[in-house]
C-alpha cells in the first residue's frame, strides 16, 4: 500500500494550509494515521495521530491548537488542517499509517510504529 499525500506549498506566517493523505488500495482502511515533518537538519518528528475510527486525536504540544487532523471515512482520507502558521512550521510533511491491530485506540508518536509512508509534501512558511 502506497500513501498519496498532497497539499503542501508557500504560504505567509499566519495563513493556513491543508494537507491530505489517502492510500493507493481502497480497502486499506482500518488503521491508525499520523503526520509526521522533516526540517533541513533536523530529525523526523511526530505531528498529529488519528486513530481509524476517528475518535481518538493527538498532538505535538508545538502545533496543539492549531492544527486539526481528521478522517473523512466515505472518500478514506485523512486530513491536516495547519492554522496560524510560522516559518518553524517550514518542512517536509509525511504521512504515516499502521494497521489498527490490537492498539485501535492507540496513537504512536515514534516513527518506528508505522509501517507504511507517503512521499512527503514540502510546506513552506515565509513572507
Known amino acids: 500500500v502506497q500513501l498519496q499525500a498532497s497539499g503542501g506549498g508557500l504560504v505567509q506566517p499566519g495563513g493556513s494550509l491543508r494537507l491530505s493523505c489517502a492510500p493507493s488500495d481502497s480497502t486499506f482502511t482500518h488503521y491508525t494515521t499520523a503526520w509526521f515533518r522533516q526540517a533541513p537538519g533536523k530529525e523526523r518528528e511526530f505531528v498529529a495521530g488519528?486513530?481509524?475510527?476517528?475518535?481518538?486525536?493527538y498532538y505535538a504540544d508545538s502545533v496543539k491548537g492549531r492544527y486539526v487532523i481528521s478522517r473523512d471515512s466515505v472518500k478514506n482520507t485523512v486530513y491536516l488542517q495547519m492554522n496560524s502558521l510560522e516559518p518553524e512550521d517550514t518542512a517536509v510533511y509525511y504521512c504515516?499509517?499502521?494497521?489498527?491491530?490490537?492498539?485501535?485506540?492507540?496513537?504512536?508518536?515514534?516513527?518506528?510504529?508505522?509501517?507504511?509512508w507517503g512521499q512527503g509534501t514540502q510546506v513552506t512558511v515565509s513572507s
Open positions: 504515516a499509517a499502521r494497521p489498527s491491530g490490537v492498539s485501535p485506540n492507540t496513537i504512536y508518536s515514534a516513527r518506528t510504529r508505522y509501517d507504511y
Open positions: 488519528i486513530t481509524w475510527r476517528g475518535s481518538t486525536t
